[in-house]
């Protein structure tokens, strides 16, 4: 059976809960056992979010990071040129100096969750459309402003939870300085590639380390999991502490019917293109190829994700489902004092026409984007904090500076097809005649204006970015960049659609978000998970393999099952580690496992924590059924993938040396 | 209102019509006269198919047939080098020798059509699954062999209607010899290029001229129609004669959502890719631009029809109208007998499991086409003609021998792309440990197995085709060819698959379809049409533009606008005929406009005819609204795009001037 989240009570294992609200009951009585707050505790204050978009552990007392690989490619590739080519190498500095810094990188530690519920909906009370996103937006940046008055060191962040029925002021202490330990070979990692990814049995070296620095020094965290370098074991409990992106699963039937009719067709089929393009273009060179590399990872697993959704959305049982969880939770409520429902619908029904528009005025290219927030950085910050757009509150420009600012290469090339491809997407979407389209491109076609934006702009330059940034609004409008002239002609469009956006659909969905959250609490009791805001959460589960068209699948491959994958064929062909150590590898060491945690994108990277607090792996993946997970949890059949610790000590030690960071684990 | 095209009365306008079912009736009504027996003989005996994918007319007793540019671009291109790129530049063929052979083409004209339903049917009594479809297949060829007997100038074809409701026997006059005697410019006829595809306002000269040859000599035809070179007038009955290819207006509900659930989605993702692919590759080099040209514009064409249709699949209002009108006719219908909803349903559900290792065991590329069809025709001209697949039956065969042996260019990078990219999909969408996966590649990866296919194949030239097709089956099974073994080591799998979808799915299918047929004739009346078949149907309307949100988009565009709509850059870039002639053109003239007529792909090149029974355009393309006209036709939205005869004289007179042929089309 699936079971909905939120619409009935979590069904065993499905959920990715808040630290606050712990389902200690469901957990004991689905494993006779249930941590303690002071194990919750531990395990809250070794959980590391990276603003990159992953999850991580802190595993050593001097700031030791477990992630996954592909949490660390991006910063592999920007460390790397023709000549070291470091994703391709894989990496191990021997010594603390030889760690090199991830640009744009940063590490975050929650140190506490409070309720902010009531204060913030007193503050949006009555109000609706645009005035409501408006007084919404400025409580909260009243409340992180208050709450974290040093911004070097602190982060607060007020998460809006079941859709605007819950607001929760997150604190963390972040560091703004992470550096790359060891990571093996790309295709240790990525064995398989695309066609593997989500998918079992599997095959995959996902894990790196990290560590984080604070004046120039290790960080000594508050608390670290202990490295246990063993082999799962089928059955027993396991615990995913991470930071899952994002889900739609308390998703009204007009939502849902939105996604599948309008936003996912477009995303598949943009970013289909978007694939091929990229693929053909880095065939033509080795030099292509390996700068293509990183952007191409990327596209073809969200594109996998959005191809896995569409996929949920069209099987009738699938949806049936989500309908009559639906009808459930309508059958419960009183709606003569309004319609919640209704009110969503209507609010889905204004962004249909919003929609296009609103998506396609966003050009899409590094460059493109670092205009795009220079422009508005320089706008907003010229207003008083509580009257900016969120993305420019005093809390979130930390982060942004160093985003930023942060050297890291750029390819021209690749930077030209982007903004190419993202441009005649417009225009194919909105069509020629359209305003916005003629706005977008002039006279100009897409390919003249991407070849004249990157051949003109000076924004691959970080020290023109910060003469920018620091000069201001004055800098920015003496600016004679063409990327930056092309942001400021873009941006009042922009912000007509936002406040469009706003008063049309974003307010009437937090207002009608709130009698939902209260429907639903008042039918199934407290005992609910909000839908995945990129925050920390623990989800419970157990080793597990699962049956598919009558045959099971094994819970766990071991390192030996490599060698009889390998076709000598990309992306099937043996990581050199490999190779060169066949036959010293312990062929049994078990590689990668499977647990009915509950997780999405934004779970990289998680910590697999056993009964007794240690880390027994890294999640990196969910199995292909697990792509439906954005709308609904089956126990069934969704899987969460992870690599053993097992593994990656038999890597650190055998295949991919590097002692010290042996002895350190070992200490921990 | 929408009507749903055979399960209520056809609208006003709707309706691709049989030559022999012409609704007289309905035409009286809407426009107070209807054509008589001699109209309707007289256009039919000057229609012409295309074998290409076309229609065509007859517009000179010399043989000369009027068509659009963009069904004669493959010739073009066929005949063009680096040197000599007649697709770019235009083609005039000032005396007849200059005309030159168009490779794979073939024009055909209907000379009969006789009813063999209760032959075919009385066959198939009885029978089920894989039975009923030998048998059925049986029943055609013995049908169409006995009225053929000439196959060098006669072709015949038992044409399946009604989804099996109906068997209707065509017999065809065909020419071989198809030459091009006249294009524009490409740039004339694909000005606005793919964002313009099936948009309008349209600036678009889509006409080309071909002749029909026999034995060295032009054809004399049996009729043919007059030229007249006319402005359209608002309101004014058209009439739209050509081969409407497929269309899907008797689906099922089942059907509907096997569409819109499967089979759109995998064609809208991997087509969308392989775009992607091919823009990239093209950009490498000028050579590769050109080169890639006609197979880019095909697969945006076809790209822009499967997102047409999703879109329309999506959109509830639309899929709610057929959904009522399935409603309605179930309700007329008694199934005390059998429902044939169910029926189909049953068959869709099965072909739902037999769909995806059918479609990509079939790899694309032009010189695997090549391999697959010697291989098959060898198999299965070794067999009596009653037991042969239908596509290599006695009557089908001559055209395909055409087809595989005329000489056109091969580019080795293209077949690589394509080839590589068709594996490529079939491993993402069978899965990397699917058997149908391993017989594809074995342990090669699909850049390395099309790469070396492509390298090792003879069959790019026709020579060695040539020395295959006549050696049959010991040249075949002698052959060290690496597509040619290829070919074989798929075509075990391909048969089977073949026969669990007659099995499962078409036998299934056609026994409902008859029983459907049966439902809908009795509770509607006879005055019905099939859906399209790329056999000869005519449509009636009138010369309309439509209303949009609000604005009316006028019937028609005049040749100067296209100086208005020109930017300068590509696809809005002037063709060089219109900017050297710029002065002398007559901006007045009538370009492109727009009927009510109801077409769809297929129709390409159709001549729109008055009711005097002369010429007044080529249709060549449908609106945006028209792409949904798979499903059903809205007389409100939906529009066929005619380039005007006014125009194309204008062309032939002043632009790309053709003496020869402006005396010939004036005398005819």
Redo the contacts between chains.
């Keep these: 059976m699936l079971a909905i989240a939120g619409t009935t009570p979590a069904a065993a294992e499905e959920g990715m809960w808040t630290f606050d609200n712990f389902p200690e009951a469901q957990v004991r009585e689905a494993y006779g056992w249930a941590p303690d707050q002071a194990w919750l505790d531990h395990t809250r204050q070794a959980a590391v979010r990276l603003t990159g978009g992953c999850s991580a552990s802190f595993v050593s007392p001097q700031g030791l990071i477990l992630t996954n690989h592909h949490c660390v490619a991006s910063c592999l590739f920007d460390n790397s040129t023709a000549a070291a080519d470091l994703l391709d190498a894989g990496f191990i500095a021997g010594r603390r100096e030889d760690e090199v810094a991830c640009p744009g990188q940063q590490a975050e530690v929650v140190t506490g969750i409070t309720d902010v519920t009531g204060r913030v909906r007193t503050a949006l009370e009555g109000l609706g459309g645009e005035a409501l996103t408006r007084a919404r937006d400025a409580a909260i940046a009243a409340i992180e402003d208050e709450n974290c008055t040093d911004r070097a060191t602190t982060r607060c962040q007020v998460v809006t939870l079941f859709g605007g029925g819950q607001y929760k002021l997150y604190t963390y202490r972040k560091y703004s300085d992470v550096r790359l330990v060891w990571a093996p070979e790309d295709r240790a990692a990525t064995f398989?590639g695309?066609?593997?990814n989500f998918?079992f049995p599997r095959y995959s070296m996902d894990a790196s380390f990290l560590r984080a620095y604070e004046n120039g020094q290790p960080v000594q965290p508050a608390a670290h999991l202990k490295w246990n370098p063993r082999a799962p074991q089928e059955g027993e409990p396991t615990f995913v502490v991470g930071n899952p992106g994002s889900t739609s699963r308390l998703y009204t039937q007009s939502q849902l019917?939105f996604e599948?009719?309008?936003a996912l067709?477009a995303s598949?089929?943009?970013f289909?293109?978007?694939?091929?393009?990229?693929?053909?273009?880095m065939?033509?060179s080795e030099e292509r190829a390996r700068e293509g590399l990183d952007l191409l990872n990327g596209i073809e697993n969200s594109l996998k994700v959005y191809?896995g959704r569409?996929?949920a959305l069209?099987?009738?049982a699938f949806t049936a489902r989500l309908a009559s969880a639906e009808t459930d939770l309508r059958g419960r409520t009183d709606v003569t004092a309004g319609d919640p429902w209704e009110q969503v619908s209507e609010a889905v029904g204004a962004y249909r026409t919003l929609y296009l528009p609103y998506r396609y005025t966003q050009p899409s290219a590094d460059l493109y984007a670092y205009a795009h927030d220079l422009v508005m950085a320089a706008q907003e910050r010229a207003k008083p904090n509580a009257e900016r757009l969120p993305a420019y509150s005093d809390s979130a420009l930390p982060l942004l500076e160093k985003e930023v600012l942060d050297e890291r290469p750029i390819y021209p090339w690749l930077e030209e097809?982007r903004l190419s491809?993202s441009l005649s997407k417009a225009?194919?979407y909105l069509?020629?005649d359209d305003a916005d389209t003629r706005l977008l491109l002039g006279?100009?076609?897409p390919?003249?204006l991407a070849a004249r934006l990157v051949a003109g702009t000076k924004l691959a330059d970080p020290a023109y970015r910060r003469q920018l940034w620091e000069g201001g609004l004055a800098a920015i409008q003496a600016s004679d960049d063409p990327l930056i002239r092309y942001a400021l002609q873009l941006e009042p469009r922009q912000r007509e659609l936002q406040q469009q956006v706003d008063a049309q659909y974003r307010g009437p969905l937090a207002a009608a978000g709130a009698k939902l959250t209260d429907a639903r609490f008042a039918a199934y009791g407290d005992s609910q998970y909000p839908d995945a805001t990129f925050t920390l959460r623990i989800s419970y589960g157990k080793v597990a393999g699962w049956e598919e068209r009558g045959t099971t699948v094994p819970f766990a491959t071991n390192l030996g099952g490599t060698f009889d994958r390998a076709?000598?064929?990309?992306?099937?062909d043996l990581a050199r580690g490999f190779a060169a150590r066949e036959n010293e590898i312990d062929r049994d060491a078990t590689y990668d496992f499977v647990t009915t945690n509950d997780i999405i994108g934004g779970n990289s990277g998680s910590p697999v924590i056993d009964r007794a607090g240690t880390v027994i792996g890294a999640a990196f993946d969910g199995n292909i059924h697990s792509l439906g997970g954005n709308y609904g949890y089956d126990p069934a059949l969704n899987r969460t993938v992870v690599v053993s610790t097992e593994a990656v000590q038999e890597a650190l030690e055998t295949i991919y040396p590097a002692p010290a960071l042996v002895r350190e684990l070992a200490g921990g």
Tied chains: 1, 2.
Excluded: H, K
């Design positions: 398989g695309d066609p593997d998918n019917a599948r009719e309008v067709p598949v089929t943009s289909s293109e978007l694939r091929g393009r990229l693929i053909a273009a065939q033509g191809i569409q996929r069209n099987d009738p097809l491809w225009r194919e069509g020629v006279r100009e076609s390919e003249q076709t000598g064929s990309a992306p099937f």
